[in-house]
């Protein structure tokens, strides 16, 4: 079967702001008192986005506003692949507070028996 073989490199601007970020937080500690100061290396991990495109049109989205399935009615996505692409930041947080509105979505659901 065929498996799908995902890399990843850091852009130049990933690796800029990360030096500016450790530069940054270098002054801070400092200023704070720090005796040293330790730069963390980047962790090795993606956030994987797409694939099952959010949206109100069935014919060009896979989910509606709350992650649910326009083909499955009981199926919710709830990760970052319902997003077009990402932003300049981490999607974690965003993630999240779909997952939340989500599962209240789902709770109204199950209280009107629609589920």
């Known amino acids: 079967m065929p498996i799908p073989v995902v890399t990843y490199n850091d852009h130049p601007n990933d690796q800029a702001m990360r030096q500016f970020a450790w530069e940054k937080a270098r002054e801070l500690y400092t200023a704070a ?18 694939t099952c495109r959010m949206g109100t049109d069935p014919d060009e989205s896979v989910v509606n506003e709350y992650g649910q399935a326009h083909e499955v009615k009981n199926l919710f996505i709830a990760d970052g692949s319902v997003f077009t692409t990402s932003a300049a930041e981490n999607p974690t947080l965003t993630i999240s507070a779909l997952a939340i509105r989500q599962a209240r979505y789902i709770i109204e659901l199950m209280m009107e028996d629609e589920l």
């Open 33 to 50: 008192g720090a005796y040293k100061v330790f730069d963390t290396p980047p962790y090795p991990a993606t956030h994987n986005l797409g």
